[in-house]
């Protein structure tokens, strides 16, 4: 009896032992879409800001067993005007010699330029036949610079990332995803209230760099949250979509809050 009671043991482990080595891969890809980005930094302006940006999308991901590897390198930029008054018009009235005036007039275009660099592992705390839940961490780094009639916006922040996913595969061509970031402690970057320079010989990129501090959650909430799909093409190619909403606050001096939507196209080979 003992001797069949090991037997179903040992199968039990080697059956679960078996199941986890297999989960091994290595994967990159490419996401290419859309986002649209509405934007309110009280330090420059009243007036609340809309983007429309195209993003692009080079990752990896990786499994060991239960441990999962990510990294990604983001872009996105697009337009910037306010939607109650569009883009800026700028006049410029000139006198000649001769006493003759001319004004002239252009548009002051407003665009964006984001980069997000991130790098993560989580582990799998739950895994079960058709779901998995895991766990952990990563690091941050993502500057918005949007260009328009203000300085507005302008920010870089570093965080240290809490993170959380969901994979749910109902069979072997099928994988949903949800995952959940926040950040726990960031080092960000703006421009000083007035968005002038006090100090002598110091210009705006050093005001930008100086007023660089530490903040909490008290002073800086970020939410990541992104929903996936992918279907399996081959034993290598999969396609899919990814939609991800942020919404981000910054209390320093003078509150900027942020909230985008996107939503791209996925492909990515397995090796």
Same mark, same amino acid.
């Given at each position: 009896? &003992?001797?069949?009671?090991?037997?179903?043991?040992?199968?039990?482990?080697?059956?679960? %032992?078996?199941?986890?080595?297999?989960? %091994?891969?290595? @994967?990159?890809?490419?996401?290419?879409?859309?986002?649209?980005?509405?934007?309110?930094?009280? $330090?420059?302006?009243?007036?609340?800001?809309?983007?429309?940006?195209?993003?692009?999308?080079?990752?990896?991901?990786?499994? %060991?067993?239960? =441990?999962?590897?990510?990294?990604?390198?983001?872009?996105?930029?697009?337009?910037?005007?306010?939607?109650?008054?569009?883009?800026?018009?700028?006049?410029?009235?000139?006198?000649?010699?001769? *006493?003759?005036?001319?004004?002239?007039?252009?548009?002051? /275009?407003?665009?964006?330029?984001?980069?997000?660099?991130?790098?993560?592992?989580?582990?799998?705390?739950?895994? &079960?036949? =058709?779901?998995?839940?895991?766990?952990? *961490?990563?690091? @941050?780094?993502?500057?918005?610079?949007?260009?328009?009639?203000?300085?507005?916006?302008?920010?870089?922040?570093?965080?240290?990332?809490?993170?959380?996913?969901?994979?749910? %595969?109902?069979?072997?061509?099928?994988?949903?995803?949800?995952?959940?970031?926040?950040?726990?402690? =960031?080092?960000?970057? #703006?421009?000083?209230?007035?968005?002038?320079?006090? $100090?002598? /010989?110091? &210009?705006?990129?050093?005001?930008?760099?100086?007023?660089?501090?530490?903040?909490?959650?008290?002073?800086?909430? $970020?939410?990541?949250?992104?929903?996936?799909?992918? @279907?399996?093409?081959?034993?290598?190619? #999969?396609?899919?979509?990814?939609?991800?909403?942020?919404?981000? &606050?910054?209390?320093?001096?003078?509150?900027?809050?942020?909230?985008?939507?996107?939503?791209?196209?996925?492909?990515?080979?397995?090796?």
């Amino acid at each position: 009896m &003992k001797f069949y009671s090991l037997m179903l043991l040992l199968l039990a482990w080697t059956a679960l %032992h078996a199941q986890d080595t297999s989960q %091994h891969f290595n @994967r990159l890809g490419m996401q290419l879409g859309g986002q649209q980005t509405h934007l309110l930094d009280a $330090q420059f302006s009243p007036l609340i800001y809309r983007a429309n940006e195209i993003t692009a999308d080079l990752y990896y991901e990786g499994k %060991h067993n239960r =441990s999962n590897w990510k990294g990604s390198f983001s872009f996105a930029t697009g337009t910037l005007i306010p939607p109650a008054y569009g883009d800026r018009k700028l006049y410029n009235t000139t006198e000649d010699i001769y *006493g003759n005036i001319i004004t002239d007039s252009f548009f002051v /275009e407003g665009n964006t330029l984001t980069a997000v660099l991130e790098l993560g592992y989580e582990y799998d705390v739950v895994r &079960k036949a =058709s779901y998995t839940i895991s766990a952990g *961490g990563g690091i @941050r780094e993502q500057l918005m610079y949007p260009s328009t009639f203000v300085n507005l916006g302008i920010i870089n922040t570093a965080s240290l990332l809490a993170a959380a996913t969901i994979h749910f %595969h109902p069979d072997a061509k099928n994988d949903w995803t949800a995952g959940l970031q926040l950040p726990v402690v =960031s080092l960000n970057s #703006r421009f000083p209230y007035s968005g002038t320079v006090s $100090q002598p /010989e110091m &210009k705006l990129l050093g005001a930008f760099f100086d007023g660089t501090q530490f903040v909490s959650l008290g002073h800086y909430q $970020q939410v990541n949250l992104q929903l996936g799909y992918h @279907r399996q093409l081959s034993d290598k190619w #999969r396609i899919g979509a990814t939609y991800e909403f942020e919404w981000l &606050k910054d209390n320093e001096t003078l509150p900027l809050k942020l909230f985008s939507n996107l939503l791209v196209a996925t492909v990515d080979y397995t090796f």
